[in-house]
């Protein structure tokens, strides 16, 4: 076994992954003092241990599988519908033949998703096509030449043929524009336009391709926006599994249930585990500040459940379950009557903003949330306000509910036995001293505070915020079951949690490495420094690479050690060789996010 597989850690593809068996556990696991459990207690622990650490992108897969699969649906549906019939336009280049327009989706997608975009399409395509007469898929990258694109559509079968530009951004300029031109305007291609369907991807913005194809590219396009990538919904499934217990994801379907113990995957959950704030609000900056990647949320989780593991043995003994779903109930009713946004962005500040609550006083939606149930004359809402939190709070507080319908009924009261208002007296004609105006504004002032209705509506907002206020607060850093202190900061978490190597190259390679003058090093700061950003020739890179190696290197010498760092380049993931044998181009897959490269 390598020492790589060892420590737990494997790395695939530049990406590093958890390979954990009994024995590495048995090794790492530091149990408490006279800790023991019997031979079926053991494997039962070995086997949670390893559900909760690498079994968690499983139900990430699961939750979030309906949000791209709508979008996917969408989008087949509509390349699949029959065209309008007297849509037509006329080729300038046959004035007789009515070509028509080539039905278009623009799709948004972000660019972690676009492998998964093609491959879901592509099934979705098969799985509504009716008609049983073969779909032809022409996948279009940034390598392919325009001629070879005009040739397989030339030789697609009957039947219709979808041409998926996999991302619009890194192809060259006046390509599409070229492409479409070609299609309209050579005799084997424009006779297909009725059963042509384009699918474009774009990473940015579909204003960028309006902006970037020519008008007459578009007159030739029926164009159609769609959006794939939903991240807002993707990220509150992600993160929903370590909230609370009322967020659970579903269960993820039987194909994945072990050969040797189907009924185990059902009762698999990550709870009792809930995130911290720190943590949480490190994952959304991670999410929505970096690369939106998927799989390095599931992977900083899971990593992050295995350091718990190794700091508390036995943490899923410490539940909580009662004060969670006290949360829970008190959280739904909160959202419902005070607050606008979701769920997930709610929680995150609860549990990572320590002035929540004081800053939430003061904004409108609060203070105007205050006045219509406490501030007007009307009774009416504050008591429909009271039987709905009493009947959400009645199973986990019954006391609470006993006090606030006492506070009720003394409100009733006092309105009932509220003295009659004084009859004002005449104002007395001339000009009102100062002193006469002091006198008046502060005997306002204390029949305002003395008012026994507003001292018995005072009372009831009290304690409903009392209940809210003690109940909706950061976990406490003593429950075992937390994962993440609240006193972690967003570099520790970076530090102790990432599990992706981005930041690791990055400062190994550019930042400060022991030996600046190593090939490898010196090879990606050629090949970041080139002014192509995604497509650099590999002559270019390597006069580049040549140039600023050590001199004491022979020619010989340094040409080995130049195809020795790209190919380490591209093992660990870095760079990826084109797709077209007689190119010579090497496409750059990752661009530093934390370092700026120099040579």
């Known amino acids: 076994m390598s020492a790589f597989s060892q420590s737990g850690i494997k790395f695939h593809r530049g990406t590093r992954t958890l390979e954990i068996n009994k024995q590495l556990i048995n090794n790492s696991i530091e149990f408490p003092d006279g800790f023991k459990f019997g031979l079926k207690e053991k494997h039962r622990y070995f086997k949670q241990f390893i559900e909760d650490v690498t079994r968690f992108?499983?139900?990430?897969?699961?939750?979030?599988?309906?949000?791209?699969?709508?979008?996917?649906?969408?989008?087949?549906?509509?390349?699949?519908?029959?065209?309008?019939?007297?849509?037509?336009?006329?080729?300038?280049?046959?004035?007789?033949?009515?070509?028509?327009?080539?039905?278009?989706?623009?799709?948004?997608?972000?660019?972690?998703?676009?492998?998964?975009?093609?491959?879901?399409?592509?099934?979705?395509?098969?799985?509504?096509?009716?008609?049983?007469?073969?779909?032809?898929?022409i996948l279009v990258t940034e390598n392919d030449a325009i001629h070879s694109i005009i040739d397989r559509i030339a030789s697609a079968k009957s039947?219709?043929?979808?041409?998926?530009?996999?991302?619009?951004?890194?192809?060259?300029?006046?390509?599409?524009?070229?492409?479409?031109?070609?299609?309209?305007?050579?005799?084997?291609?424009?006779?297909?336009?009725?059963?042509?369907?384009?699918?474009?991807?774009v990473s940015t913005s579909p204003s960028f391709f309006t902006q970037t194809c020519a008008t007459n590219t578009l007159t030739l396009l029926q164009l159609q926006q769609f959006k794939f990538t939903r991240l807002d919904d993707v990220f509150e499934k992600i993160v929903a599994t370590g909230i609370h217990a009322g967020f659970r994801p579903p269960i993820p379907k039987s194909k994945s249930i072990e050969d040797d113990d189907p009924n185990r995957l059902y009762s698999f959950d990550c709870a009792p585990a809930v995130f911290s704030g720190p943590f949480l609000k490190y994952l959304k900056d991670r999410f929505f500040g970096c690369d939106f990647s998927v799989s390095a949320l599931e992977k900083a989780i899971q990593f992050a459940l295995l350091q718990k593991y190794l700091e508390d043995a036995t943490w899923r003994e410490d539940v909580h379950e009662a004060e969670l779903q006290k949360y829970d109930v008190v959280f739904e009713a909160f959202k419902r009557e005070f607050w606008e946004g979701d769920a997930i962005s709610l929680h995150i500040q609860l549990q990572s903003e320590p002035n929540f609550w004081k800053e939430f006083k003061e904004s409108t939606i609060f203070q105007q949330r205050k006045q219509f149930l406490f501030d007007t004359n009307s009774r009416t809402n504050l008591v429909e306000f009271a039987q709905k939190l009493c009947d959400d709070f009645a199973e986990i507080d019954e006391n609470w509910c006993t006090t606030l319908e006492d506070l009720m009924r003394k409100l009733g009261e006092t309105r009932l036995l509220a003295p009659p208002t004084p009859t004002q007296s005449k104002p007395t004609v001339g000009r009102m001293s100062m002193a006469e105006w002091q006198k008046q504004s502060k005997a306002a002032i204390e029949a305002k505070q003395n008012d026994p209705i507003r001292a018995a509506k005072s009372a009831v907002y009290a304690h409903v915020m009392r209940m809210f206020e003690s109940t909706l607060k950061p976990y406490p850093s003593t429950w075992r079951n937390v994962v993440g202190a609240p006193f972690w900061t967003n570099g520790e978490v970076k530090v102790s949690l990432d599990s992706s190597d981005e930041f690791d190259i990055e400062k190994c390679l550019l930042e400060g490495p022991a030996d600046p003058n190593h090939p490898i090093s010196v090879a990606w700061r050629a090949l970041l420094s080139h002014r192509s950003f995604k497509i650099v020739?590999?002559?270019?890179?390597?006069?580049?690479?040549?140039?600023?190696?050590?001199?004491?290197?022979?020619?010989?010498?340094?040409?080995?050690?130049?195809?020795a760092a790209a190919g380490q380049l591209e093992h660990i993931g870095l760079i990826r060789g084109s797709a077209d044998r007689q190119s010579a181009n090497v496409n750059v897959l990752y661009h530093p996010l934390s370092v700026i490269p120099h040579i």
Not at 537 to 563: C, D, G, Q, R, Y
């Open 57 to 137: 992108n499983e139900k990430v897969s699961e939750s979030t599988e309906p949000i791209y699969s709508k979008a996917t649906t969408r989008i087949a549906k509509w390349l699949l519908e029959d065209t309008e019939s007297g849509a037509t336009a006329t080729s300038v280049f046959s004035p007789h033949e009515s070509a028509g327009t080539i039905r278009t989706a623009l799709v948004q997608c972000n660019f972690t998703d676009i492998g998964r975009h093609i491959r879901d399409l592509k099934l979705k395509i098969l799985e509504l096509e009716e008609k049983r007469k073969g779909v032809t898929v």
């Open 159 to 201: 039947g219709l043929s979808i041409v998926l530009i996999r991302q619009f951004e890194s192809l060259r300029p006046q390509f599409l524009d070229s492409l479409i031109s070609l299609i309209f305007s050579t005799q084997s291609t424009r006779h297909v336009v009725a059963r042509l369907r384009f699918v474009v991807c």
């Open 537 to 563: 020739p590999m002559t270019e890179w390597a006069a580049e690479f040549l140039k600023h190696v050590k001199m004491s290197m022979s020619k010989k010498e340094a040409k080995n050690a130049f195809f």
